[in-house]
T-cell receptor, first 115, second 111 residues
Framework: GAGVSQSPSNKVTEKGKDVELRCDPI?????LYWYRQSLGQGLEFLIY????????KSGLPSDRFSAERTGGSVSTLTIQRTQQEDSAVYLC?????????????FGNGTRLTVT | DAKTTQPNSMESNEEEPVHLPCNHS???????IHWYRQLPSQGPEYVIH???SNVNNRMASLAIAEDRKSSTLILHRATLRDAAVYYC????????????FGTGTSLTVIP
């Protein structure tokens, strides 16, 4: 079946512009996560949605970052007034509502370059 | 964050077994141990996870210490395609059901 889909796969933007990154999770997955990965680094947690609960935004690095999840499915990560340090790969993952800490399914990410 | 400690890098010869260690001394009773790997230019890929008992699947085996403070991911026969960064992660109610990735172990497979 279809996996987690992210778009665009690459995005180049000028410093100060706003960008929107999209994530389509696997159908039926209630949990959705956003991570950021800078070059050569591990994954940095950004935000976590679980069903209809309030999202855990504790990983967002500044108020320029926000995310929403509409209808419990598609999610959009928005970065306002982009800075060069925002350049990274942004990864989305989803997981099913099964018991036993089901695994995450990742998309291939959006590579954001801020010039 | 629920902390895990892994070596930064390891090497293995092709077709030999690989044992990737992970220490997680602060693990709580409800934390699951997950392993993911990330190939270049791809998102992480699930490998295996477990709670208390050792686990086997088509990709690997997970050996969990009796006190659960450490675990080992075992690749039975390394291939060149297994060259990747391997992440050991704890997840459960103690971590808010979140998955905190460290820097992982970069595995090099030598032909």
């Amino acid at each position: 079946g279809a996996g987690v889909s992210q778009s665009p796969s690459n995005k180049v933007t000028e410093k100060g512009k706003d960008v929107e990154l999209r994530c389509d999770p696997i159908s039926g997955h209630t949990a959705l996560y956003w991570y950021r990965q800078s070059l050569g680094q591990g994954l940095e947690f950004l935000i976590y949605f679980q069903g209809n609960s309030a999202p855990d935004k504790s990983g967002l690095p500044s108020d320029r970052f926000s995310a929403e999840r509409t209808g419990g499915s598609v999610s959009t990560l928005t970065i306002q007034r982009t800075q060069q340090e925002d350049s990274a790969v942004y990864l989305c993952a989803s997981s099913s509502p099964d018991r036993g800490q089901p695994p995450l399914h990742f998309g291939n990410g959006t590579r954001l370059t801020v010039t | 964050d629920a902390k895990t400690t892994q070596p930064n890098s390891m090497e293995s010869n092709e077709e030999e077994p690989v044992h990737l260690p992970c220490n997680h001394s602060t693990i709580s009773g409800t934390d699951y141990i997950h392993w993911y790997r990330q190939l270049p230019s791809q998102g992480p890929e699930y490998v295996i996870h477990g709670l208390t008992s050792n686990v086997n699947n088509r990709m690997a085996s997970l050996a969990i210490a009796e006190d659960r403070k450490s675990s080992t991911l075992i690749l039975h026969r390394a291939t060149l395609r297994d060259a990747a960064v391997y992440y050991c992660i704890l997840s459960g109610p103690n971590t808010g059901n979140q998955f905190y990735f460290g820097t992982g172990t970069s595995l090099t497979v030598i032909p």
